[in-house]
């Protein structure tokens, strides 16, 4: 009997084991069946209402798209439905972005983000530019909306994010094109308003000798491109001018406050960070320095890292009249929109680079003494706007989110003595969206692409071009404010009309290069041009440019270069700006008494692997960087908690501090020493000791203490980084990448880099390369999810066309014969 019960159990047992294996396994084929049903549609023939004429899409054995039709309304369409089909969950998350809706789809984590979005009131925002767009802009953007709809109803299952979520996925309309512009040019802008609120703190803190000196307007590393460089430099404030040790700040009595509307938290940042969120190299190099006699674009633009990448790689042919030539363009786009960003047509290629524009103002804002809730304007007082928003939150009850705003902007904070600040910006402003870029496609000389670029919209890029007959030149894409009374570099009241903005510049005022006597023309976010042409475009936090620097010597190299040669300089990870600093380090720990124990010497020792460059195995690398950093934050610290005072999220990341930094570093004037160190040297050793400490918090030793481990890529899905037992399906794998986050051509960190890296001739084409992170797909289940990430991790050239193509659809109007 008891022989018997234990074999029956036994066979219960394993009985139920099977069973709940069936069922898992079930469940996973269900699962996997569902998510099959959401990947894309390759081959065949489909019907689609509203299409013209027929239209072919090949994808080749990379899933890049080539679209071939009739008309470009017709390309439009097809680019929604490739579009829809690969990415509609992160066009979607784009548009949402903008409209302040990510909180509905994600919950509380993104609330911040929507409050932040929701004062600019992209929705409206978007309708009125689209009513305001030509009859036949409507009608391409429409027709882009109707392709992407086509391709999200032939899903056989909805994007498996949607699942996750226990969501519905909504259709798209041609305002929501609209929207992902809003969305890059919010993700590419720059804090806005910190760079004069920065500047304001400071010179309200400091003498104004002190103030010239750690605030200069230029640096001496810039490399302009008209060669205005900086020949002189504000002189370091004597003890009679100024003294650290003994200074009160001029703060008026009370605290400022920062409302956090617009502006991000910043709550968490360091007193010196390692440089700007947004960036980007960009360089053309002339016909008489190429092998080819064509000149060459090179272009790698630095951005947040994610999965799937921002950008879609596409090439177009259609067209362009009825009995006219076909026209051909080719790079990559953004899904959502129709266009091709960044290109090659056969005649002209272009790239981009944020440009650093000063395109924002914070407006001092005088409210009338009896009645706080008025404020002067020029046409009289007038009555601030109570704005009222409800954020749906996935999970939760809606938020109400209230905010003030001005016919300047919204209030985003207040001064010590109580005055309000405004924000006036390019992208709130009426007409700053159009389609006038899409006439890149056809451009036929680099002088038609410029004119083009000057009446294109939001958002304010460098533009860079080259044409077949061996023409280059930049100007400024999109909008540069005209400003009236003041040049924008600090606060000012607008309330007596005497300061505004009156309208744009014109296309012929615009800071413009062009022709064949050029041998380069390079940018790294610096500043391109001095004098009355820097006036028109202000500074908007432009890099100090050690990187632009950097890249221009190694042109100055090249005699007949090649797309090869574009790539090492996308790769020059040389310690070029740190070297002076690495050598200061030495020659301070080689001072008597500076290595005073075991752990310093040990730091010394770890010094000569310097190699000179921001290798991944570097120590030394990363050693040197982290004691700048050290060292700016203690030679700082009493200016910066100051500044506080007036600007709480005052920080030096967007100002020029590296010339005061470096010159008192080796002045070492005592009137500047932060008065908690009795000399700089004693300054020096703590920043040695403090990197030191770092490295022991974080449980690391030299080994791992590398420029790779710093690097380790954290490039993620939105869903792998919500819920990490996901991660390992749908981030992309961690590699220890080499490069720095500043002051370097190859820019790396963890989730920001380079986007892609592409070099291309105009005509040349098939010599070209275009190697971009993750994949064309954002569905995890596709060959092409990250078949193109192994490529750019070891930076193996892709070219630039796509291949011989190995799936094909014909797209046919509702009405055609088979």
Not at 216 to 245: A, C, K, M, V, Y
Not at 408 to 415: D, K, L, S
Not at 538 to 557: E, H, K, M, S, V
Not at 710 to 722: D, L, S, V
Request: aromatic share 10%.
């Amino acid at each position: 009997m008891g022989r018997g019960n234990e074999q029956g159990v036994r066979r219960n047992v394993i009985f139920g084991v099977l069973l709940s294996l069936l069922f898992l396994t079930a469940v996973l084929g269900l699962a996997w069946s569902t998510l099959s049903a959401s990947l894309p549609t390759l081959d065949g023939n489909l019907e689609a209402a509203g299409l013209e004429r027929p239209v072919e899409v090949e994808r080749d054995t990379l899933g890049i798209p080539t679209i071939r039709g009739q008309n470009r309304k017709d390309i439009a369409y097809a680019t929604g439905f490739v579009h829809a089909q690969d990415r509609f969950f992160q066009m979607d998350t784009l548009r949402r972005r903008a409209a302040g809706e990510l909180s509905e789809l994600f919950g509380p984590a993104t609330l911040q983000a929507d409050r932040e979005a929701r004062v600019h009131r992209f929705l409206a925002r978007a309708n009125d530019e689209f009513d305001a767009f030509h009859k036949d802009e409507k009608e391409l953007l429409q027709a882009y909306a109707d392709g992407a709809n086509l391709g999200l109803r032939q899903l056989k299952a909805k994007p498996f994010e949607y699942y996750l979520l226990g969501v519905e996925p909504r259709r798209w309309t041609p305002q929501d094109c609209i929207l992902v512009v809003y969305a890059m040019a919010l993700d590419l802008q720059e804090r806005p308003g910190h760079v004069e609120l920065a500047l304001d703190a400071l010179k309200r803190t400091l003498p104004e000798t002190a103030f010239e000196f750690f605030a200069p307007s230029f640096s001496s590393w810039d490399t302009p491109l008209d060669g205005s460089e900086s020949s002189s430099q504000p002189p370091i404030p004597n003890g009679n001018d100024f003294d650290l040790r003994t200074a009160r700040t001029q703060v008026s009595p009370g605290t400022a406050q920062q409302f956090n509307l617009v502006m991000p938290d910043l709550s968490g940042r360091r007193l010196v960070d390692s440089g700007p969120e947004s960036g980007s190299n960009c360089w053309v190099v002339a016909a008489p320095r190429t092998h080819s006699g064509i000149p060459i674009l090179a272009n790698d633009p630095h951005m947040n890292l994610r999965v799937p990448n921002i950008w879609y790689r596409i090439a177009y042919s259609w067209s362009l009249s009825a009995s006219g030539p076909t026209n051909y363009v080719c790079g990559v786009s953004i899904p959502g929109t129709p266009p091709v960003v960044i290109g090659s047509n056969g005649h002209v290629t272009w790239g981009l680079t944020f440009p650093y524009v000063d395109a924002d103002d914070v407006v001092l804002v005088e409210t009338k003494d009896n009645d706080p809730n008025l404020y002067r304007t020029p046409q009289g007082w007038r009555s601030f706007e109570d704005c009222s928003e409800s954020i749906r939150i996935r999970g939760r009850d809606s938020a109400i989110f209230k905010f003030r705003t001005t016919v300047w902007g919204p209030i985003i904070g207040r001064m010590p003595d109580g005055t309000l600040q405004a924000l006036h910006q390019v992208i709130d402003q009426s007409g700053t969206i159009n389609l006038n870029r899409l006439q890149l496609e056809t451009a036929r000389t680099a002088q038609e692409a410029l004119a083009i670029a000057k009446i294109s919209g939001v958002p304010d890029l460098n533009f860079f071009v080259a044409d077949n007959s061996g023409k280059i030149g930049w100007t400024i894409m999109g909008p540069i404010p005209h400003r009236i009374g003041f040049d924008g570099r600090l606060p000012v009241s607008w309330s007596d009309g005497s300061h505004h903005w009156d309208g744009w510049y014109a296309s012929d005022q615009y800071p413009e290069c062009c022709g064949t006597n050029m041998d380069f023309i390079w940018n790294a976010n610096n500043r391109m041009v001095g004098g009355s042409e820097l006036a028109k475009l202000g500074d908007g936090g432009y890099d100090r440019g050690a990187r632009a620097r950097q890249i221009r010597d190694d042109l100055r190299q090249l005699r007949s270069a090649k797309e090869k040669d574009m790539l090492d300089i996308q790769l020059d990870d040389r310690a070029v700006f740190l070297e002076r600093w690495h050598s200061q380090l030495l020659s301070t720990l080689s001072k008597p008494g500076a290595v005073s124990n075991r752990e310093r010497g040990e730091f010394q020792r770890r010094l000569g692997d310097w190699s000179g460059r921001a290798d991944a195995r570097s120590v030394a690398y990363r050693l040197v960087r982290e004691y700048r950093e050290e060292v700016a934050r203690r030679a700082f610290e009493p200016i910066s908690d100051s500044a506080k005072n007036i600007y709480p999220d005052f920080s030096y990341d967007s100002l020029k501090f590296e010339d005061p930094l470096w010159r008192m570093v080796n002045s070492q004037p005592v009137n500047l020493l932060n008065r908690r160190y009795d000399t700089w040297n004693a300054l020096f050793l703590s920043a040695v000791d403090s990197v030191i400490q770092k490295m022991k918090d974080r449980g690391d030793d030299y080994s791992r203490y590398t420029v790779g481990e710093k690097n380790a890529t954290r490039i993620q899905h939105p869903m792998g980084a919500a819920l990490p037992w996901l991660g390992p399906w749908l981030n992309m794998p961690v590699d220890r990448l080499p490069g720095d986050r500043f002051d370097m051509p190859r820019i790396q960190a963890p989730a920001f880099g380079s986007s892609l890296r592409m070099a291309v001739s105009p005509g040349r084409e098939k010599e070209g390369y275009l190697i971009m992170a993750c994949g064309e797909s954002g569905h995890p289940l596709s060959p092409h999810y990250r078949d193109c990430h192994e490529a750019w991790v070891k930076n193996t050239p892709t070219p630039f066309l796509p291949g011989i193509a190995a799936h094909k659809i014909l797209l046919r109007p509702l009405d055609a014969s088979p």
